[in-house]
C-alpha cells in the first residue's frame, strides 16, 4: 500500500486548496450534484483518504459501500493496469471476452443458492435493478412490482419509482414509471405496535396489501434489500425475509434480493441473504463487487434469466474489460484475505463501542446493522422525534477531525458506518475515539 495509513489532520478541514476547487467545482459542474464532504482527494488507499491540501482522512464510508476491498486494492489495481494495457473496449454484445465471463461464473457461484444460475453485467445499481424488473416481467409475463417504504433502489425513471424517499432523489422529477406498489418495511424501531410483533405484522401487512391492491397473479417482483442502505441501515426481525421469500415462491412472484449496498462480505457473510438462509430468485449487486470501478451483475434462476429474448439485455459498456479485470482482483482479495471474517472482526468491536455511545446519550435511539454495515439513530431525547440537524452536526464534526462519516435514513438521522473491510484496527479504534468526541461536544453544544 503506498497510502501511509495514518490520520493526518495538516489544515482546516476542507483546507484552502480544497476550498479553491470547490469554488471551480460551483461554476463548473450541475447544482444538481452535491458532496458530503468537499475535500479534494489526491489519492486514496486501504482505509485512508488523501487530500490537495494534505490532509489524510479515515474512510469510514467507503465510497458509499464501494472499496472495500480498500481503496487502489493492490489486487485490483495490478488486474486493471494489465487489462487497460491489453484492450479497453470491444463491447461484450459485439465481440466478447473472457473476463466478462469469469465474473459471470464467480456471481453463480457465490450468491446464495446450489441452483443453476446465469449472469448479466451492468455499469450501475440501478441499471441492474432495471434489469432484474426486466428480467422478472419477461419471465412471469406479469408486470406489477412491490417495493417497501425507506427503501432505495437508484435514480433511473423506475428506480426513483422503486425508491420510497422524495428528498432529493424525486423531488419535481415525476412522472414515474406505473406498476410500483409501495407496502411497510419491517422496521424494528419505528413498529407503531413495538419490535415484538413487527415480523408477524409486517408479514401479515405486506400479504394483505399485495393481495388486496395488486393481485398475485399480476405482480411480477417484490424488491428488498435485506438490510435498507439509503433508508438507514433498517434490518427486518428475523423470520420477516424468510416469509416474504417463502410466499413469494408460493405465487410465482420473483423475490429479487437488492444487495447492492449489503452484498460481497459488507455484512459478515458474502450476501446478506445469507444470514437467514434466503435464497432469492434474482439478486442484484453493483458498489462492493469491482473495488471501485462501475460494475454490476443481476444473478439468478437460469429458468428467468434465460427467458429473455437474444439481445433484450445488454449496453455499450455493460461488463466493461477494465471493469471486470477489477471484480476478478475485488473477489480475489475478498477470498485471500477472508473478508467475510473481517466484517465480522470490525463488528465485533463496533457494536460494543457504539451501545457504549447509546448508553452516554439519550439522543441515540437506536444501535444497527450487521457486519461492517453499522448504523445508529438519532432522535430528540426521550422520543422516537428525528434529530437530523444533531445528525448532521456530529457528521461534521467528525469530518472537522478527519474522519470521512456518511448519513442517511428517510428522516435524515441516521449516521451510518461502512469502513473498508481491510481497515486495520488502530484506525478502526482512532475513528471510533473520534466520533466518541464528537458526540460529546454536538451534544454539549
Ligand atoms: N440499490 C441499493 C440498495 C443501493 O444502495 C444503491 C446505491 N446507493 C442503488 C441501488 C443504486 O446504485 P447506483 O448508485 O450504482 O445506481
Known sequence: ????????????????????????????????????????VERAGGAIVVDVDGNQLIDFGSGIAVTSVGNAAPRVVERVREQVADFTHTCFMVTPYEEYVAVAELLNELTPGEHEKRSALF??????????VKVARSATGRSAVVAFDHAYHGRTNLTMALTAKNMPYKHHFGPFAGD???????????????????????????????????????????LIEPIQGEGGFVVPPPGFLPRVAEWCREHGIVFIADEIQTGFCRTGDWFACEAEGVVPDLITTAKGIAGGLPLAAVTGRADLMDAVHSGGLGGTYGGNPVA??????????MREE????????????????LAALASRHPAIGDVRGRGAMLAVE????????????LTAAVSRACHAEGLITLTAGTFGNVLRFLPPLVIGADLLAEGLDILDAAFAASAAS
Open 180 to 222: 410500483v406498489y409501495r407496502v411497510p418495511m419491517a422496521y424494528p424501531y419505528r413498529w407503531p405496535t413495538g419490535p415484538d410483533n413487527c415480523a408477524d405484522e409486517a408479514f401479515a401487512t405486506f400479504v394483505e396489501m399485495t393481495h388486496a391492491q395488486v393481485g398475485e397473479d399480476n405482480c411480477a417482483a417484490v
Open 123 to 132: 455499469n450501475s445499481g440501478a441499471e441492474a435493478v432495471e434489469n432484474a
Open 1 to 40: 500500500m503506498t497510502v501511509e495509513q495514518k490520520r493526518v489532520v495538516a489544515t482546516e478541514i476542507p483546507g484552502p486548496r480544497s476550498v479553491e476547487l470547490h469554488a471551480r467545482k460551483n461554476a463548473a459542474v450541475s447544482a444538481g450534484v452535491g458532496t458530503t464532504l468537499p475535500i479534494y
Open 338 to 353: 477472508d473478508l467475510v471474517g473481517a466484517a465480522r472482526r470490525i463488528e465485533a468491536v463496533m457494536r460494543p463501542r
Open 378 to 389: 438519532l432522535v430528540e431525547a426521550g422520543t422516537k422525534n428525528p434529530d437530523p440537524n
Open 324 to 333: 471486470c479485470a477489477a471484480a476478478l482482483g475485488a473477489i480475489e482479495t
